[in-house]
């Protein structure tokens, strides 16, 4: 049974570039959450897709946007990168119904530089 | 504004001694606070999930408390061993989020 996985682990953009993550949620899971964590500090809420829809949105700028496919993975895009999206970007995937009072499943993240 | 902290960076026992980390949190009422244990270069793995109503969760040599009068949970590690050198990392459920605080690092040395 695999567990959340997430490619690819380490990507070097420059400013300006767009990229794109990519999330597989553990097998059963309905629910894709993203999470961004800079070095040092807990991970910060991004956004969370059920159904293909965003469902809920941190603070954070329109520049983050995702998206998930009928299968339950997910991507992340980032357009317009600046030096401080610099960070691991975490997945983490749970049924719907479940979302916060049960164990999040988390990937072990994309770790993103920005030069 | 709303806050959780977490009692230091860095949290340095020896082996066999009990591990004791704090989490604190101010103007929130979450309904369920759970404990995660990262380390380096790795994602988040869950380890207690403790509900309002409950003041104790225990788990193998891992306790967890929940005070929601002090606003204050405390993640005890008992017989501590090298092996739980991490970060630990603990996380609010409130009503459509989830907040993390920023993280413990604990090091147990032999």
């Known amino acids: 049974d695999a567990g959340v996985t997430q490619s690819p682990t380490h990507l070097i953009k420059t400013r300006g570039q767009q990229v794109t993550l990519r999330c597989s949620p553990k097998?059963?899971?309905?629910?894709v959450s993203w999470y961004q964590q800079a070095l040092g500090q807990g991970p910060q809420f991004i956004f969370q897709?059920?159904?293909?829809?965003?469902?809920q949105r941190g603070n954070f700028p329109d520049r983050f946007s995702g998206h998930q496919f009928p299968n339950y993975s997910s991507e992340l895009n980032v357009n317009a990168l600046l030096l401080g999206d610099s960070a691991l970007y975490l997945c983490?995937?749970?049924?719907?119904?479940?979302?916060?009072?049960?164990?999040?499943?988390f990937g072990n993240g994309t770790r993103l530089t920005v030069t | 504004s709303q806050k959780i902290e977490q009692n230091s960076e860095a949290l340095n026992i020896q082996e066999g001694k009990t591990a004791t980390l704090t989490c604190n949190y101010t103007?929130?009422?979450?309904?369920?606070l759970q404990w995660y244990r990262q380390d380096p270069g790795r994602g988040p793995v869950f380890l207690l999930l403790?509900?309002?109503?409950?003041k104790e969760k225990r788990k193998e040599r891992l306790k967890v408390t929940f005070d929601t009068t002090l606003k204050q949970s405390l993640f005890h590690i008992t017989a501590s061993q090298p092996a739980d050198s991490a970060t630990y990392l603990c996380?609010?459920?409130?009503?459509?989020?989830?907040?993390f605080g920023a993280g413990t690092r604990l090091t147990v040395k032999p």
């Open positions: 897709y059920y159904e293909e829809e965003e469902r």
């Open positions: 103007n929130y009422s979450p309904a369920y």
């Open positions: 983490a995937s749970s049924f719907l119904i479940d979302t916060y009072n049960s164990p999040l499943h």
């Open positions: 097998s059963g899971h309905d629910t």
């Open positions: 996380a609010l459920t409130v009503p459509n989020d989830m907040r």
């Open positions: 403790i509900r309002e109503n409950e």
